[in-house]
């Protein structure tokens, strides 16, 4: 059973999404939060799996309330609910350490599907919008500077291993990764699953902006 919190300011939206989640056999919603110091309690109280956070709520908002919660070191993974031309916040958000986002005008089965993936310890941040996001707004986070050469993170992975950490950066999907590097995809997801561990991201989201800050992978230029 996936134990979740809502986190939105809306009494409507939450009512919707609790209606959603609680008619499923796997999920169970533990609670509600209007706003993110309320947020950042109950995940401390109720350790849910996975908190679904919006962003934009007065006071604290998602994007502090997510930060407090991964400081504070829990089992909960946040789930991100933002506007497709709010790619800026759920940028920060990831930075942040949520596991990933996805869109308010997301159908029931793709909410459904990543509150699983996230409770399971994946990212649901589809590559293209991963990669999207990313041109948009990796050149503007400070400290973007190639220090690939200097991060002793990177003088664990093979030669194999950071290739596939360039290409994860780019946003490509292990079936690409496989088909590009003459891979099959289960060498490749053994690959991504030690990347992880060696660098130390939570997730394949982290992993891609980790390859952004060190100058692996750059943004598309403009235009």
């Given at each position: 059973?996936?134990?979740?919190?809502?986190?939105?300011?809306?009494?409507?939206?939450?009512?919707?999404?609790?209606?959603?989640?609680?008619?499923?056999?796997?999920?169970?919603v533990?609670?509600?939060?209007?706003?993110?110091?309320?947020?950042?309690?109950?995940?401390?109280?109720?350790?849910?799996?996975?908190?679904?956070?919006?962003?934009?709520?007065?006071?604290?908002?998602?994007?502090?309330?997510?930060?407090?919660?991964?400081?504070?070191?829990?089992?909960?993974?946040?789930?991100?609910?933002?506007?497709?031309?709010?790619?800026?916040?759920?940028?920060?958000?990831?930075?942040?350490?949520?596991?990933?986002?996805?869109?308010?005008?997301?159908?029931?089965?793709?909410?459904?599907?990543?509150?699983?993936?996230?409770?399971?310890?994946?990212?649901?941040?589809?590559?293209a919008?991963?990669?999207?996001?990313?041109?948009?707004?990796?050149?503007?986070?400070?400290?973007?500077?190639?220090?690939?050469?200097?991060?002793?993170?990177?003088?664990?992975?093979?030669e194999r291993?950071?290739?596939?950490?360039?290409?994860?950066?780019?946003?490509?999907?292990?079936?690409?990764?496989?088909?590009?590097?003459?891979?099959?995809?289960?060498?490749?997801k053994?690959?991504?699953?030690?990347?992880?561990?060696?660098?130390?991201?939570?997730?394949?989201?982290?992993?891609?902006?980790?390859?952004?800050?060190?100058?692996?992978?750059?943004?598309?230029?403009?235009?």
């Open positions: 059973m996936t134990t979740v919190l809502i986190v939105d300011d809306q009494p409507l939206q939450r009512y919707g999404f609790r209606m959603l989640l609680e008619s499923q056999p796997d999920t169970t533990v609670g509600e939060a209007g706003h993110g110091a309320e947020a950042v309690r109950l995940t401390a109280e109720l350790r849910p799996d996975v908190v679904l956070m919006d962003i934009r709520m007065p006071g604290m908002d998602g994007i502090e309330a997510t930060r407090l919660i991964i400081a504070a070191g829990g089992r909960s993974r946040v789930l991100v609910l933002t506007t497709f031309d709010l790619d800026e916040y759920a940028h920060a958000a990831l930075r942040a350490g949520a596991s990933g986002f996805l869109l308010k005008d997301a159908r029931p089965e793709e909410l459904l599907s990543g509150i699983r993936a996230v409770a399971e310890g994946d990212a649901v941040v589809a590559p919008v991963t990669r999207r996001l990313l041109d948009a707004y990796a050149h503007r986070l400070p400290g973007h500077a190639p220090a690939a050469a200097a991060d002793p993170r990177l003088a664990a992975l093979t291993e950071r290739e596939v950490l360039v290409a994860v950066g780019r946003g490509w999907t292990n079936g690409e990764i496989a088909r590009r590097l003459v891979l099959s995809e289960s060498t490749v053994t690959h991504v699953s030690r990347i992880l561990a060696k660098v130390g991201a939570r997730d394949r989201v982290q992993a891609v902006i980790f390859a952004y800050d060190l100058g692996l992978t750059r943004p598309n230029p403009p235009g």
